[in-house]
């Protein structure tokens, strides 16, 4: 089975605090995404990647950067971190370029800014 | 521009009865629709996809959904709902094979026993 792991279920975090979300995933995906999760909004696509030190800009890319170093690894950076960021964030993978592939999420890391 | 609409934040239903969950699509080329589940307390799941073939899609745990072309809609459906059925469901579509999907904004399933 695809496993995607986030590295904190749960966070709590300072307003201007920069802050490191993880995501590592075990099945070779060449895709990577980060979503965040808001009551009545859904899930929105923050930054996704296709391949190692690649990245593009999802729907919601303010405020946010990312980090694709390794193939099995893809990092969430707040560079400083607000209180509208508070939001669960949820890491997935996908296998294939040229594909309609399903997406494996990881659990979510439940983010709180003060 | 791809969009999905879930016209409903909430669907409730009895146990043993059937149930159906909407999901409206738009794109400019051939859509690549997607449902998946959501747990309480667990990540997302994926249920089942349309990519093109028969308009009937089976998927895991009992369920399935129909892809209308003509109405854009791929509605998640189930024959008798179970009370452990009760989550929260996303519709998803993308515009091609590439590219990233949209997500609807979800719908919370509620099977009362």
């Known amino acids: 089975d695809v496993k995607v792991t986030q590295s904190s279920r749960y966070l709590v975090k300072r307003t201007g605090e920069k802050v490191f979300l993880e995501c590592v995933q075990d099945m070779d995906h060449e895709n990577m995404f980060w979503y965040r999760q808001d009551p009545g909004l859904g899930l929105r696509l923050i930054y996704f990647s296709y391949d190692v030190k690649m990245k593009e800009k999802g729907d919601i890319p303010e405020g946010y950067s990312v980090s694709r170093e390794k193939k099995e690894r893809f990092s969430l950076i707040l560079e400083s971190a607000s209180t509208n960021q508070t939001s669960m964030y949820l890491c997935?993978?996908?296998?294939?370029?040229?594909?309609?592939?399903?997406?494996?999420f990881g659990p979510g890391t439940r983010l709180t800014v003060l | 521009a791809q969009s999905v609409a879930q016209p409903e934040d909430q669907v409730n239903v009895a146990e043993g009865n059937p149930l159906t969950v909407k999901c409206t699509y738009s794109v400019s080329g051939n859509p690549y629709l997607f449902w998946y589940v959501q747990y309480p307390n667990r990540g997302l799941q994926f249920l089942l996809k349309?990519?093109?073939?028969?308009?009937l899609v089976k998927g895991s745990y009992g369920f399935e959904a129909e892809f209308n072309k003509s109405q854009t809609s791929f509605h998640l459906k189930k024959p008798s709902a179970l009370v452990s059925d009760s989550a929260l469901y996303f519709c998803a579509v993308r515009d091609g094979p590439l590219g990233k999907s949209t997500f609807g904004d979800g719908t919370t399933l509620t099977v009362k026993p």
């Open positions: 349309y990519i093109t073939g028969d308009n």
């Open positions: 997935a993978s996908s296998a294939g370029t040229g594909a309609p592939d399903t997406q494996y």
